[in-house]
């Protein structure tokens, strides 16, 4: 499976932006999608996941009630919808694909090249 994340720039505070990932294919076998992040000299933090198969949802503390994850199964794409933005949202962000629900980096098997988000003041 190949991850081809896109989406990022450069944006204010307060604002909004999406991110979309597209699978090269739907990846049967591959149950849920993630998004994480890395700011500058910070560890890979888990951010969302979605479920393929019924959409279930689970999200960082740091981020629930601003983003949004969301998936388009025909078009094997999941996308992160972010409002408010934070300067602390500032990171590359990876979309992953795991064969399980989990918000560690370990259980993905499969992760996109990232795309910089940038959030200015």
């Known amino acids: 499976v190949q991850l081809q994340a896109s989406g990022g720039g450069l944006v204010q505070a307060g604002g909004s932006l999406t991110l979309s990932c597209a699978a090269s294919?739907?990846?049967?076998?591959?149950?849920?999608m993630g998004w994480f992040r890395q700011a500058p000299k910070k560890e890979r933090e888990f951010v969302a996941l979605i479920t393929w198969s019924n959409g279930i949802t689970h999200y960082a503390d740091s981020v629930k009630g601003r983003f949004t994850i969301s998936r388009d199964v025909a078009k094997n794409t999941v996308y992160l919808h972010m409002n408010i933005l934070k300067l602390d949202d500032t990171a590359v962000y990876y979309c992953?694909?795991?064969?399980?629900?989990?918000?560690?980096?370990?259980?993905?098997?499969?992760w996109g090249q990232g795309t910089l988000v940038t959030v200015s003041s």
């Open positions: 294919e739907r990846a049967f076998s591959s149950y849920s």
């Open positions: 992953a694909e795991s064969l399980m629900v989990s918000t560690k980096t370990s259980a993905y098997r499969h």
